[in-house]
């Protein structure tokens, strides 16, 4: 499968930058997200992949051959470039059955018939949907109208699968549903997929690597439980994890010491260098915000939604206000005192330029 290659690749619309010099390496066979909020390239970085959108500069190579070069004019399009594109609204022809949809392509390949047939069967049967190859799409849900389209896209066998936020239209239970059917997918056919989306979940739970853009600019290219747990900065921080992360303002000393949000604590680096003099924004994941007991801070209970599985707690510690997640089908009295501890990791963010300087542990 191929390994897709994008060197200082750029481009504007008149003085408006889309996406600015960036460089990526999509390995062979990986599930790649595209992610970040409305606007912030990801669209059009997968657009420029794909061949439906020219760069304004830089170079674009998929399985070794250059699909395009600003400086030397190569532009091959889209069919050249042995990729399929799965879009949002499915685009499935209402007039043809679930079978001729499928088959529609292949049709236009000049397959015979044998061979169409062989090949229909087989992503039928791969994608759960034999039941319906004489219905048309008026016929189908929103999730089997989705299968169809994966299915009528995977029957050439592109080397590389695109898709841009194709489960926007799906209700909560189905994305679930068809999240775990695509990364089952990406394993049973060994392609390379793309995939667009804003949804951290998404990216979170799909990918083995995700790139995360803002405003046209690579932030940060990890895996996701990478990106979560050492995020490059505060906006990766910010947009990756729900609840987000809490942000404290604070200040650190050389030797250690930190205090934010009105506590004072150490803090010990496990990863960088301990942090010199500054002005710095803590970053605490809720899920390490642990209430018990024998926790050494104490904070008032401003509000609790439990779930169930889980119960988001806000907490009022010395006028800041921290997130908490406790796991399990526990609730806590509003307005009622808890004592808290903070456990595993806290990063730390340079205040002025947002980066990630450390990560460490917070010692009260």
């Keep these: 499968m191929p390994e897709i290659i994008l060197k200082n690749v750029a481009k504007r619309f008149g003085k408006f930058v889309a996406v600015e010099n960036l460089n990526l390496n999509i390995e062979s066979n990986a599930f790649i997200t595209l992610l970040g909020p409305s606007g912030c390239g990801k669209t059009t970085t997968l657009r420029m992949i794909a061949g439906l959108e020219t760069p304004t500069e830089g170079r674009i190579t998929i399985d070794g051959k250059v699909v395009f070069d600003a400086d030397e004019g190569i532009n091959l399009p889209p069919n050249k470039r042995d990729v399929g594109f799965l879009f949002q609204n499915y685009a499935l022809w209402p007039h043809m059955t679930v079978y001729q949809n499928i088959a529609f392509g292949l049709e236009n390949l000049k397959w015979d018939k044998n061979r169409i047939r062989t090949r229909v ?39 590389v699968l695109f898709m841009d936020e194709p489960l926007s239209n799906l209700d909560a239970k189905l994305r679930m549903e068809m999240r775990t059917e695509l990364k089952r997918l990406h394993r049973d056919t060994d392609s390379t997929f793309v995939y667009v989306t804003h949804d951290q979940l998404e990216a979170m739970t799909l990918s083995t690597r995700v790139c995360i853009m803002e405003t046209g600019v690579l932030q940060q290219y990890a895996p996701p439980l990478e990106m979560y747990n050492n995020p490059a900065n505060l906006f990766v921080a910010d947009f990756m994890g729900n609840p987000t992360m809490n942000f404290i303002d604070g200040h650190i000393k050389a030797d ?21 003099d500054m002005d710095v924004v803590v970053g605490i994941r809720p ?41 399990g089908d526990v609730d806590y009295d509003v307005d009622s005192q808890v004592s808290f501890s903070f456990h595993k990791a806290a990063v730390i963010f340079e205040k002025a330029t947002g980066k990630n300087v450390a990560k460490g542990k917070l010692i009260v």
């Excluded at 104490?298 to 406790?326: C, F, W």
Aim: charged share 20%; net charge neutral.
């Design 121 to 159: 069967n087989e992503l039928l049967k791969m994608l759960k949907i034999e039941q319906f190859e004489k219905r048309y799409p008026s016929e189908l849900s929103g999730g089997q109208q989705q299968r169809v389209a994966i299915a009528r896209t995977l029957a050439p066998g592109p080397k």
């Design 287 to 327: 899920e390490y915000i642990h209430i018990d007991e024998e926790g050494a801070m104490q904070g008032t209970v401003y509000s609790t939604l439990p779930s169930g599985m889980e119960t988001t707690v806000k907490l009022d510690v010395n006028g800041t206000t921290l997130t908490a997640v406790v796991f």
């Design 256 to 276: 250690g010491s930190i205090e934010f949000g009105g506590i004072k604590a150490k803090f010990a680096p496990t990863s960088g260098s301990q942090p010199g």
